[in-house]
């Protein structure tokens, strides 16, 4: 496929902490890809570390959905 005719994907980066569980069910319930996005780290002692981290790849429209369960599976992991 060429870069006209395949659709443009978007990436949700997991911050460092996230529970496997809510990582999991984001990848059975959607359909998205889980990759390693490297991404530099600007705070505390990392000043300028580059770490792999994990995402979910996947449409617009599925993104969207995806970031609106994270945030709500999130909230209940904290307890809010």
């Known amino acids: ?9 978007y990436d949700l980066i997991f911050p460092p ?3 496997r569980s809510i990582i999991r069910d984001i990848i059975n319930q959607f ?3 889980l990759i390693d996005s490297p991404e530099r780290l600007n705070f505390a002692n990392m000043e300028g570390d580059v770490r792999n981290l994990i995402a ?3 449409k ?21």
Do not use: C, N, W
């Open 1 to 9: 496929m060429d870069e006209q005719t395949s659709p443009q994907l």
């Open 17 to 19: 902490g996230t529970p």
């Open 31 to 33: 359909d998205v890809e």
């Open 56 to 58: 979910a790849r996947g």
């Open 60 to 80: 617009k429209e599925v993104m969207i959905l995806v970031e609106a369960y994270f945030k709500e599976k999130m909230k209940e992991f904290a307890g809010e």
